[in-house]
């Protein structure tokens, strides 16, 4: 059936017959929302971004390492110097030895012997050895300092990132919002001409049909818009108590790709996983080193004091200090081979290290092609999207013309409406796409933060 022009009047018709009660209802949450706007805490993206960098479980973990190899490394140049140790002995006997001689009973050992040392100790030889492992815990230290880096950036990262999908879930549930509203109004006028017999049943059911797909994909937007905030709290940890709002408008940003050569050559000096391999990889190339010194005997100019603490015996008083210096050395010069197989471990271990980090290079070379290739895309898909979506939108406001007229049945109404929402979400997505793409390549390149 089709509408005669007076159908332009019907909506005027279904609002009077609306029932009063439904508009009160539909007011009563505005309020409350409202009311609860100002309590809100408005999150930007530089807010998440910095939010994530400082408060990331990654990032304290990466702290606290870095501050263990600090003390590591200490320790490390703290052995090259000398070393004292002090030593206690009390020995309790059953009795008193004595002697006599000439009538005189001379005592010849106590009953309790006490006795002290310090000992001062200096490696010679052994000096290679605490060398290289001073210069391996200052490694490790720069180490530690790159993870920490790296542990930073991927918060910052991580935290644009769920930004961008919550953003891009609020979206669309404002599309999903409008979307249900405009089948709204069609199922209600569809209700007024259908009470008047100026639309068949068909019809009638097409409308209503779009109205409760429109309410089910409002309820999946609502979903995701929980989860995408849920994530988002959870990387900034933010209390899930503690109501958020995102800033309504992403910042533009002058977007290009590169040059794939010179992205390359900037993005191998920079990127924290290169340089963290190959640091490993020099890490474990002292391993060699160390093996070595198990074949150097191990020579130490010693001093040393003891003290006697006891009764005067019969060979004298033996409350004394006696002092000397010496030479200690020693060389294990047969372990069953033992030290042999550490060394060929150790060099297995550092070819390994080196295959790894060239195998890191060669991804990283990978990533950076395809952040700038899915940089290009994404920016040309923004276009494509956006013309989509201004054509969707005309389309659908001469087909609501076309529809009141009685020109077009309203499965085409049903279609476009569809087309017009489906339009709107992909220019979102696109958006949202070309960031992400944007914040991929920075972070490709080895980028300290993402930035717009």
Same mark, same amino acid.
């Given at each position: ?16 017959? =609306?029932? =009063? ?18 309590? +809100? ?13 400082? %408060? ?21 140049? =703290? ?13 309790? #006997?059953?009795?008193?030895?004595? !002697? ?13 012997? +006490?006795?002290?040392?310090l000992?001062?100790t ?53 599309? !999903? ?18 009470r ?7 019809? #009638?059911? +097409? ?28 990387i ?10 995102l800033?309504?408008?992403l ?11 010179? =992205? ?5 000096? %920079? ?20 093996? #070595? ?28 200090d ?44 990978? +990533? ?14 923004? %276009? ?19 529809f ?16 017009k ?16 793409? #944007?914040?991929s ?12």
């Amino acid at each position: 059936m089709r509408f005669f022009p007076s159908f332009l009047s019907l909506s005027l018709l279904s609002i009077l017959l =609306a029932p =009063a009660k439904a508009s009160s209802q539909a007011q009563e949450p505005l309020s409350e929302a409202t009311s609860s706007e100002s309590t +809100k805490r408005v999150l930007s993206l530089q807010d998440s971004i910095s939010l994530a960098m400082g %408060k990331s479980h990654l990032v304290i973990a990466a702290e606290n390492s870095r501050d263990a190899a600090k003390e590591q490394k200490r320790n490390g140049f =703290a052995r090259l110097g000398p070393s004292a140790t002090v030593s206690y002995n009390e020995l309790h #006997y059953e009795d008193k030895q004595t !002697a006599n001689f000439g009538g005189n009973n001379l005592l010849v050992r106590d009953d309790v012997i +006490k006795t002290g040392s310090l000992v001062v100790t200096q490696p010679i030889t052994g000096l290679y050895g605490y060398i290289e492992n001073a210069r391996l815990s200052d490694l490790q230290q720069d180490l530690a300092e790159e993870n920490l880096r790296s542990a930073r950036m991927g918060a910052g990262f991580m935290g644009a990132e769920a930004f961008l999908r919550a953003y891009n879930a609020e979206e669309q549930l404002k599309i !999903a919002e409008g979307s249900l509203a405009a089948a709204q109004s069609s199922a209600n006028d569809a209700s007024v001409a259908q009470r008047v017999g100026r639309l068949n049943q068909a019809d #009638y059911l +097409k409308l209503q049909v779009n109205l409760s797909q429109a309410q089910t994909r409002l309820l999946q937007a609502r979903a995701e818009r929980a989860s995408a905030i849920a994530n988002l709290k959870q990387i900034l940890r933010l209390s899930e108590s503690e109501n958020i709002s995102l800033q309504a408008d992403l910042p533009e940003a002058n977007i290009s790709e590169p040059a794939v050569d010179q =992205a390359i050559k900037d993005g191998l000096d %920079k990127r924290s996983d290169v340089r963290i391999a190959a640091m490993n990889a020099e890490t474990v190339s002292f391993q060699k080193k160390l093996a #070595y010194t198990e074949f150097i005997p191990t020579v130490d100019v010693f001093g040393q004091l003891d003290r006697n603490f006891g009764e005067s015996t019969a060979f004298g008083n033996q409350d004394k200090d006696v002092k000397y210096w010496g030479i200690r050395a020693n060389w294990t010069f047969w372990n069953n081979g033992a030290s042999v197989f550490k060394t060929r471990q150790a060099f297995a271990q550092t070819r390994a290290a080196e295959a790894n980090a060239e195998m890191t290079k060669d991804q990283a070379r990978v +990533k950076i092609i395809s952040a700038v290739e899915n940089l290009k895309a994404a920016r040309e898909g923004v %276009k494509f999207a956006e013309l989509g979506m201004k054509q969707a939108e005309e389309a659908y406001r001469i087909d609501g013309i076309r529809f009141k007229n009685g020109s077009i049945s309203a499965t085409d109404q049903v279609l476009s409406q569809n087309s017009k929402a489906f339009a709107q979400g992909e220019y979102v997505n696109a958006r949202t796409r070309l960031l992400l793409a #944007y914040f991929s390549l920075q972070q490709a390149l080895g980028q300290e933060q993402p930035t717009l």
